[in-house]
């Protein structure tokens, strides 16, 4: 069964940046499309960003405005979510989520079956 951890969360500075990993272990990522999601205080959990099994991304416009990069290194198993320029509006639990792969990764929560636990950034001064 596949198993998903999200880290590099934690505090930063407004304009900063971070880069979170998504490892995953039990079975290889190749075959699975992998999808990045944030819930902050008191609203639903949203889709930022998608990669496919063979490196196509997709990211959420509304959210990212151009600062999310997502990548993936099968060879570690990993796949990466850069988030540049952040603000206090990024702070929320960021999670990770896999599917079987698909023509297109989604955005939508429901399209994912397993999900790693989450890793917080909280974006203040």
């Known amino acids: 069964q596949l198993q998903l951890v999200e880290s590099g969360g934690g505090l930063v500075r407004p304009g900063g940046s971070l880069r979170l990993t998504c490892a995953a272990s039990?079975?290889?990522?190749?075959?699975?499309?992998i999808g990045w999601f944030r819930q902050a205080p008191g609203k639903e959990r949203e889709g930022v960003g998608c990669?496919?099994?063979?490196?196509?991304?997709?990211v959420s416009v509304d959210s990212g405005n151009g600062r999310f990069t997502i990548s993936r290194d099968n060879a570690k198993n990993a796949v990466y979510l850069r988030i540049d320029s952040l603000g206090p509006e990024d702070t929320a639990v960021y999670y990770c989520?896999?599917?079987?792969?698909?023509?297109?990764?989604?955005?939508?929560?429901?399209?994912?079956?397993?999900w790693g636990q989450g890793t917080q950034v909280t974006v203040s001064s």
């Open positions: 989520a896999s599917r079987t792969a698909k023509s297109l990764c989604s955005l939508e929560t429901s399209r994912y079956n397993y």
């Open positions: 990669i496919d099994s063979r490196g196509s991304t997709m």
């Open positions: 039990g079975l290889t990522l190749d075959y699975f499309d």
